[in-house]
């Protein structure tokens, strides 16, 4: 079991910013950027590398739970970020697909 399904199953606090059915949405507790929220599905998925077709329209849903995000956050406009990290190398730490939402400056590229 992964931080974020303790999150899921509200073992652990996090200062949630979004909630449905599919996806929850949270507040990084080491954020990159002014505004920097979490967004992970319900349904664990260790890796994009684990990515079936079947999680096509659970992937899309993501990303169009971030667009939601970034409107009610203010950033829509003025423009955010969206990573995904895969495996060690590719810096993911948590073993649960999540998409980081990272806006209220201006980011560089490319990044680190």
Known sequence: MT??????EREIP???VYEDELALAFRDIN???PTHILVIPKRPIARITDVEPDDEAL???LITVC???AEAEGVAESGFRLVVN????GGQEV???HVHLLAGRRL?????
């Open 3 to 8: 931080i974020f399904t303790k999150i899921i």
């Open 14 to 16: 996090a200062d949630i």
């Open 31 to 33: 954020p990159q950027a």
């Open 59 to 61: 992937l899309g849903h």
């Open 67 to 69: 667009r939601e995000i």
């Open 86 to 89: 895969n495996g060690r190398d």
């Open 95 to 97: 073993e649960h697909i």
């Open 108 to 112: 560089s590229w490319p990044p680190g």
